[in-house]
């Protein structure tokens, strides 16, 4: 994360880098959004380092860290389905895994799919609210019985929020459901002021 060279004693993360995950890894939340870090450029190269390298060691540091939270979340808030935010199949093949689904695995958290049916550009590189929304428009496909149900969203980082909107939009078009909570590993504060502004 900082990008010292390590110690022969460490792995991938030093010492003062894995301290600085260990004592900020309380629960967080903002109105129905849970979260552990505040997104910064050291969290942004942790998780795409897990993301595009694979590196299962860093996979499991992580799922230590959020584990017991989902789980908690679960158990506070009477979750009946826990769904990750899917990635394209394009991404799949270019990856190789689903870090969320890695995530939840290595935890042992039962989890749904839902399908994503269109491979949308990266938001970074769509400049306002309604491109972001425009992109994920209509890419997501749910078969799942969620009447009635609380639901727990789960994305690994949550920056405009677009992506996580309109998987709750297709979920509210076609289901009577109970509530729906969002759990992401880091949020931007662009995100966190927003739920202050809203009156939460
Ligand atoms: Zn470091």
Redesign the pocket.
């Known amino acids: 994360?900082?990008k010292?060279k390590l110690k022969s004693n460490e792995n991938y993360?030093?010492e003062?880098?894995y301290s600085y995950l260990m004592s900020n890894s309380k629960l967080k939340k903002n109105k129905n959004i849970y979260y552990i870090y505040v997104y910064n450029s050291q969290i942004k190269r942790l998780l795409s380092d897990y993301k595009l390298k694979n590196r299962k060691y860093l996979g499991n540091i992580l799922a230590r860290i959020i584990e017991k939270k989902i789980q908690y979340i679960i158990l506070k808030k009477k979750i009946d389905v826990v769904i990750p935010v899917p990635i394209s199949k394009e991404r799949m093949l270019e990856r190789g895994f689903n870090q969320v689904e890695e995530f939840l695995k290595i935890s042992k958290i039962n989890y749904d799919e839902i399908i994503r049916i269109r491979d949308t550009k990266h938001m970074y590189m769509l400049k306002n609210k309604k491109e972001r929304s425009d992109n994920v428009i209509n890419s997501f496909q749910i078969n799942l019985d969620l009447k009635n149900k609380n639901i727990l969203l789960i994305d690994d980082i949550l920056t405009t929020g677009a992506t996580i909107e309109e998987i709750i939009r297709e979920i509210k078009k076609k289901y009577e459901t109970g509530k729906i909570y969002i759990f992401s590993f880091a949020t931007t504060t662009k995100i966190l002021k927003r739920g202050r502004e809203d009156g939460n």
Request: charged content about 15%; aromatic content about 0%; proline content about 0%.
């Open positions: 994360m900082c010292k993360l030093c003062v880098c």
